[in-house]
């Protein structure tokens, strides 16, 4: 399990895949590559499902599972909204 670190903006509102314990979706848009990622939250589920919008620009630290989905460990979202 190699850690990495990624830079994007956020592309799709956050889904909710399971309540408890919570998982959510949210694609990002990869600043350096342009490829989109599909991410799930698992860790600091709720503080992310408040401070990420669409249009958001995030940093995100974690790593791939088996299904070639990027799992956030951590987070920054920017506060201020990318043009």
Do not use: E, W
């Amino acid at each position: 399990m190699t850690q990495q670190a990624l830079t994007g903006n956020i592309i799709s509102d956050p889904k909710v895949l399971k309540m408890s314990p919570i998982l959510l979706f949210v694609k990002i848009s990869d600043t350096h590559s342009g490829q989109v990622i599909n991410c799930l939250v698992h860790k600091h589920g709720l503080n992310f499902l408040y401070q990420a919008t669409l249009g958001r620009q995030i940093a995100v630290y974690g790593h791939y599972n088996q299904r070639k989905q990027f799992v956030i460990d951590k987070f920054m979202i920017n506060d201020k909204l990318s043009a």
